[in-house]
């Protein structure tokens, strides 16, 4: 069963920089797509960016574009989302996510969640 453990959320002043660790365990991920979600308070779960596993290809969040960078570890099983010029509207619970697909990662096709970590961001 695969399990996804993410860390590395806390509080950081607007400009700042931050950087989302997830382990993953449980499974072999070569068919995967994995990536991160964030929800704010009153607001639905909402697509960050995402890396097809085998292929090492990456896509973006319209509001993250140029800011935030997705990479992966293969021999460790390890996402790490680098977030950079941090915004106040930036301010969620962060999900890292894993879908048995090729396909665009949406909240319909992950089979796995995270916990969360809470990343928050002062004006």
């Known amino acids: 069963q695969v399990q996804l453990v993410e860390s590395g959320g806390g509080l950081v002043q607007a400009g700042g920089s931050l950087r989302l660790s997830c382990a993953a365990s449980?499974?072999?991920?070569?068919?995967?797509?994995m990536g991160w979600f964030r929800q704010a308070p009153g607001n639905e779960r909402e697509f960050v960016a995402a890396?097809?596993?085998?292929?090492?290809?990456?896509y973006y969040g319209n509001s993250v574009k140029g800011r935030f960078t997705l990479t992966r570890d293969n021999a460790k099983n390890t996402l790490a989302l680098q977030m950079n010029s941090l915004k106040p509207e930036d301010t969620a619970v962060y999900y890292c996510?894993?879908?048995?697909?090729?396909?665009?990662?949406?909240?319909?096709?992950?089979?796995?969640w995270g916990q969360g970590t809470p990343v928050t961001v002062s004006s």
């Open positions: 449980g499974g072999t991920f070569s068919g995967y797509t």
């Open positions: 890396i097809r596993w085998s292929e090492g290809n990456t």
């Open positions: 996510a894993a879908g048995e697909t090729r396909l665009i990662l949406t909240t319909s096709r992950v089979d796995t």
